[in-house]
């Protein structure tokens, strides 16, 4: 922890030839002190080079010394580490006594340092459900391995064996609080059943409503939809902005249903995914013969066909400069020209842009024009990054997995709290999307009845992950008719393993035996 190099010379005294180096421990010069594997009793240090000669000398009681200093700062640096991580420490010697015990762990345990320190974990802890005992027994340490060492608390933990000149002298366990996590994964599948009967009595009219398809409940997303809503009844033009993937364009059409232009097209146009070249008779369309190539009838443009409705311009960013001067011009005088075409056309569309760029520093750096700009960004929506609204993550993984599971015809698996520890902590660059395509990779992929850390790809959170294992179960469940009551729960619970546990009053893990005891499929 503590690494400053501290040369043996730099503490000694030029060598007198008064001394008798017969009765001191003879070193190096090019020594250190943390060389010193152990001083003898009493014995003072000389110094040699290379050639033998004597070139300086230690008193025992300055090695001492420094020794004594280096330890202070050492431990110092000990303990400030000790305050400063925000996860819970434990440190034990090779007894089992606890001889480290920081403020997240008192928190985590609700057990003061004054009360725990110097006394064995044992007296705190079941011995099978503290992994630091294991590693003491082992001498192989664990890492990010799911674990409930108290009733109602889960953690993540990583333990490892403490060693000195290849001696075991005791253990350090690290542990990060995950409780809330698992409460909320437990609740939502307690919840499971509940959804499924209200399912098929929900309202068709709730169904219809143009914003149903946007799903979660965190104030940053009910207050971009509570704003679509507003501004759908207006005939502003709207800009959407947001990363890749969060549904901008689920906002954009769910506006126009809302709106009252609901039963007219809605045409939408990738400003990103047109060549230059195309995009401004993509836009306008041509007169026949307007140019070499073209369709002898003519084309209608993107704006012709939203006649009556909704033109959405998604990655509004990509689109050629020369041509926002063409748009700009259409939403002033609210009409245009096709190529090679002499009449006007009324233009009669609103339009919706949506950008994942940010055209405010693409307007600075001359990329963008800025009175198209504020022509398109009468109202502004902001859709949030799916990791700045975690608390939806469980509810779209649900309705993912129900979806996919429909469509590859398999059942609704469930998730291991470690699995949705990881979902919910990951960035998730690509937002829903990516999202999307990871639950669909494990419906293709898995077979099991639980999502358990395997089942995501190598390189999610950037390494591969450890198997939780099961949580110990002290209590007793009543006997009688035991395989009896595990199938009526079941049957309660519509198959949900983590409710039927709760309804028998066992442990998940403990419901998992008695299945496999009475050969349940």
Known sequence: MFNQKISLLSLSSPWNESLDSSKM????KECILSDLDQVEDGKDIVLQDEDGTLVGWIPFAKIAQ????QWKICSSYYETLLRAVDDAITAVDRNGNIISWNHKSEEIFQCSHDEMLGKPITDFFEEDSIEVMSVLRDGKGVIRKYHQPHPDVYVLINTLPVRMNDSMIGGISVERDITDIVKLSDELSTTTAYIRDLESSIDTKETDHPFHKIKGRSVPLRRAVDLAEKVAATEASVLITGESGVGKELFAHAIHRASPRAEGPFIDINCGA???SLFESELFGYEKGAFTGANKEGKKGKIDAAK??????????EMPFDLQVKLLRVLQEKQFYRIGGNEPIPV???????TNRNLENMIDEGAFRQDLYYRLNVVSIHIPALRERIEDIPELIQLCLKEFSIKYKKPIPQIDPEVMYRLLHH????NIRQLRNMMERIIILADDEVIQPHHLPNHFMGRKDHPPSPVPFNGQMPTDS???QIRNALIKTYGNKTAAAKLLGISRATLYNKMKKYHFQ
């Open 25 to 28: 421990k003879t070193l190096s």
């Open 274 to 276: 047109i060549p230059a």
């Open 482 to 484: 035991e395989e009896t």
């Open 308 to 317: 009556g409705g909704t033109l959405f311009l998604d990655e509004i960013g």
């Open 66 to 69: 420094a020794a004594f200093q």
């Open 348 to 354: 009669d569309v609103r339009i919706i842009a949506a």
């Open 427 to 430: 960035n998730w660059d690509g």
